[in-house]
T-cell receptor, first 114, second 117 residues
Framework: DTEVTQTPKHLVMGMTNKKSLKCEQH?????MYWYKQKAKKPPELMFVYSYEKLSINESVPSRFSPECPNSSLLNLHLHALQPEDSALYLC?????????????FGPGTRLTVT | AQKITQTQPGMFVQEKEAVTLDCTYDTSDQSYGLFWYKQPSSGEMIFLIY??????QNATEGRYSLNFQKARKSANLVISASQLGDSAMYFCAMREGTRGGSYIPTFGRGTSLIVHP
């Protein structure tokens, strides 16, 4: 099973709302990632968790707050977002955080901030 | 400077023909990994093929093969016998050891492939 699931598929939120994106994998992978992707652009790395510890934060604004409650779950908490944060948010996992490991991506959450 | 360069924003190919998508990379590391991903319009990124920097032979996975030329720092994807379902965005990516041991994946800008019947 090489599946990464993400919920919700679509999310519309106002700039004062608080919402969360959820990502789950049951492949025993120890590295998990959040990406933001605008239309017709490559994904931009936001956060990396390795063995449930935050390994990389690519200078993401604090209105995005990641959380890794256990090795299978990754959340992204959203608060006071701006319209320019509207994008496809992709979660991915890999066996480890090393060069030889491919990433498996979820279907993404399409976020619209109004 | 870009670490991954994909010079073809768009490519067209006739069904059943082969197509090559170009990718060049820039790294000073000896150990790195090169990957190709496919992203259909639905949005999900699908892993296609991997080539390690120490691998002597070109990687192959079904209809996908990776033409790895280390001295030229190129890792082109070859899709044989194109199918209509191959129409998608294709991203070349690299993982190298940087920043205190973290292996940051870097993606190219992508190539949009359209397969004509």
């Amino acid at each position: 099973d090489t599946e990464v699931t993400q919920t919700p598929k679509h999310l519309v939120m106002g700039m004062t709302n608080k919402k969360s994106l959820k990502c789950e994998q049951h492949m025993g992978h120890r590295a998990m990632y959040w990406y933001k992707q605008k239309a017709k652009k490559p994904p931009e790395l936001m956060f990396v968790y390795s063995y449930e510890k935050l390994s990389i934060n690519e200078s993401v604004p604090s209105r995005f707050s990641p959380e890794c409650p256990n090795s299978s779950l990754l959340n992204l908490h959203l608060h006071a977002l701006q319209p320019e944060d509207s994008a496809l948010y992709l979660c991915a996992s890999s066996q480890e955080e090393y060069t030889r490991y491919e990433q498996y991506f979820g279907p993404g959450t399409r976020l619209t901030v109004t | 400077a870009q670490k991954i360069t994909q010079t073809q924003p768009g490519m067209f190919v006739q069904e059943k023909e082969a197509v090559t998508l170009d990718c060049t990379y820039d790294t000073s590391d000896q150990s790195y990994g090169l990957f190709w991903y496919k992203q259909p319009s639905s949005g999900e990124m699908i892993f296609l093929i991997y080539q390690g920097s120490y691998d002597e032979q070109n990687a192959t996975e079904g209809r996908y093969s990776l033409n790895f030329q280390k001295a030229r720092k190129s890792a082109n994807l070859v899709i044989s016998a194109s199918q209509l379902g191959d129409s998608a965005m294709y991203f070349c990516a690299m993982r190298e050891g940087t920043r205190g041991g973290s292996y940051i994946p870097t993606f190219g800008r992508g190539t949009s492939l359209i397969v004509h019947p």
